[in-house]
């Protein structure tokens, strides 16, 4: 660890060395090298003092508790609050809209599809969340009418690198399945640990 | 377009239970420019990666699946992406490989429609089920009569000749018997 303070510096007659630098402290003469320099000068920023800051690697950002180093926008996406991968999938032409970290998007049949994930999570045990959206059908009625129909969306598979959704038109206050269907848009995202 | 829509090329895969599965597999995925690479000239969005969709490639992207074994692949073509524009989707279900076009198959449509037509009747043979149980109340022998002729004419949906004589999933569809009509 560098010194610090100039008064612990060492006092010498000249500056010898290559790559240092000469000080004055009260009349004595003193050396210090770069590193010594930028310790004095860029002291560790904290809650309270600006300074310099180390980068956080990936395990850090992963464990999430260093309050000390920075994140970088490269590798912000390791942190447990990130979204792993996402989706916005036609439920009928299969056209994938935008995505982030696939690597496919599968339509089975009526009301299936399934994901593959570009980098895997760590194991199949990932927080998986999905969407979809279907105007023509009243979401909201299903809670009001029993016989009124809606539509819902969940997940049937999910493994490290791959996933499956499912939607299907329910009735009697969403008790009953009546058949699945295609929404206008299937939407799905994943937290965990990256592999 | 979303900045974020990645390139992909389309692949029909043709299944062991017959059917086919429409696969988009990425071989683009992009990002939103920086500032300094927007002025560099790199517009609104960059390549974020990049995959050759080769054979291998696209053969473990269909191992990754891990469809059950109805769903696993027996061949597949990459196909243009537009292939299942204007294509039945009603019948999804039903649809087959023909080729390097979707197809289809008119035996499945018609299971698919008979299922649909038994849908269609569960509310009238719901409410057939209350008035035949009033009519019963009151000893009402005509209604009950008439009320079980109805209900079989609703069994018998399923079976009417037009289901076999459709030759296209347009015909198929207009295939509603008049009960379910009324």
């Not at chain 1, 994930?117 to 760590?122: E, M, R, V």
């Amino acid at each position: 660890m560098a010194a610090s303070m100039i008064s612990q510096l060492g006092a010498v007659a000249s500056v010898a060395g290559t790559n240092e630098l000469g000080l004055n402290e009260s009349g004595t003469s003193k050396k210090a090298n770069v590193d010594q320099l930028s310790t004095y000068f860029f002291a560790a920023a904290s809650d309270t003092v600006a300074g310099k800051i180390e980068i956080a690697d990936q395990s850090e950002q992963e464990s999430g508790s260093d309050n000390t180093k920075a994140v970088t926008s490269g590798r912000q996406h390791f942190h447990p609050s990130a979204a792993k991968f996402w989706i916005q999938a036609n439920g009928t032409s299969t056209v994938m809209q935008s995505s982030y970290n696939m690597t496919s998007w599968a339509h089975t049949g009526t009301g299936d599809a399934d994901g593959t994930i570009a980098t895997d999570f760590s194991d199949a045990n990932w927080c998986g969340i999905s969407s979809i959206q279907v105007p023509a059908l009243r979401m909201s009625a299903c809670t009001s009418a029993l016989n009124s129909q809606c539509a819902s969306v969940g997940f049937n598979s999910q493994a490290a690198g791959t996933f499956g959704v499912l939607c299907s038109r329910n009735t009697g206050n969403g008790t009953a399945v009546v058949d699945q269907i295609d929404p206008d848009w299937y939407f799905a995202v994943g937290y965990g640990d990256f592999a | 377009m979303s900045i974020r829509k990645p390139d992909v090329v389309t692949v029909l895969i043709h299944r062991v239970d017959g059917g086919v599965t429409l696969m988009r597999v990425v071989t683009t995925e992009y990002r939103p420019t920086t500032l300094a690479e927007k002025e560099a000239g790199h517009g609104e969005r960059i390549a974020n990666w990049t995959i050759e969709p080769t054979e291998e490639y696209i053969n473990s992207i269909i191992k990754k699946h891990d469809w059950p074994p109805e769903l696993q692949a027996v061949s597949w073509d990459i196909v243009p992406d537009d292939v299942n524009e204007g294509v039945d989707h009603h019948f999804r279900n039903a649809w087959k490989k023909d080729g390097k076009k979707i197809g289809i198959d008119m035996v499945k449509a018609r299971d698919i429609h008979r299922e649909n037509l038994r849908r269609m009747r569960y509310g009238p043979m719901e409410k057939l089920d209350v008035d035949y149980q009033r009519a019963d109340e009151v000893g009402d022998i005509e209604t009950k009569i008439k009320i079980a002729k109805l209900k079989q004419e609703l069994r018998d949906v399923t079976k009417h000749p037009d289901i076999e004589n459709a030759q296209t999933p347009e015909e198929l569809k207009k295939v509603i018997p008049d009960i379910l009509k009324r």
